[in-house]
T-cell receptor
């Protein structure tokens, strides 16, 4: 069955450092991968989308990579700030469907 | 910035009762979705809706569930004869074009459904 795995343990980093979150998947050939941020009690908020033929995407302090051979995406937040503290979700989708298939998310805590 | 709005924010219902969750998607969006998130678990796809019909549904979306766009602005999820395991946060989302294009899905802040 399709599986999406994100670091189950919370990631604690110091302000100013780079946070790196991992998303691994098995039994899946996604056409694209999206990253969302979710704050407690709120809905997911879209951050970045990367397609299967793209290796890297950047947006301000965010960078995502997509390695279809390793079946892995890495999500980086550079110069992290306490306001970046949240749960980050990766979500995979295919061109033949409408659904997003989410991972369970990784909780990030940035301390001053 | 336009947003997806959901009402109510919290719904408490007795087991066996019917419940309707309401959503107002972003006005120029054409694709609508419902997801749920059981406490401590991942966000799970339920159904997508386009051009007044279901375009895709998951195994979770059985005969107990139905969706409707009763007018030009609202999008509803009805759960008939609720069960304890239906307790979850239900998210509505919308997108301008199909998922997979460079358009993201925009989520509301959810309705927390508690079945007693």
């Amino acid at each position: 069955s399709q599986k999406i795995e994100q670091n189950s343990e919370a990631l604690n980093i110091q302000e100013g450092k780079t946070a790196t979150l991992t998303c691994n998947y098995t039994n899946y050939s996604p056409a694209y991968l999206q990253w969302y941020r979710q704050d407690p009690g709120r809905g997911p908020v879209f951050l970045l989308l990367i397609r299967e033929n793209e290796k890297e995407k950047r947006k301000e302090r965010l960078k995502v990579t997509f390695d279809t051979t390793l079946k892995q995406s890495l999500f980086h937040i550079t110069a992290s700030q306490p306001a970046d503290s949240a749960t980050y979700l990766c979500a995979l989708g295919s061109n033949s469907g409408y659904a997003l298939n989410f991972g369970k998310g990784t909780s990030l805590l940035v301390t001053p | 910035e336009p947003e997806v709005t959901q009402t109510p924010s919290h719904q408490v219902t007795q087991m066996g009762q019917e419940v309707i969750l309401r959503c107002v998607p972003i006005s120029n969006h054409l694709y609508f979705y419902w997801y749920r998130q059981i406490l401590g678990q991942k966000v799970e796809f339920l159904v997508s809706f386009y051009n007044n019909e279901i375009s895709e549904k998951s195994e979770i979306f059985d005969d107990q569930f139905s969706v409707e766009r009763p007018d030009g602005s609202n999008f509803t999820l009805k759960i008939r004869s609720t069960k304890l395991e239906d307790s979850a946060m239900y998210f509505c989302a919308s997108s301008e074009s199909p998922t997979g294009s460079n358009q993201p899905q925009h989520f509301g802040d959810g309705t927390r459904l508690s079945i007693l």
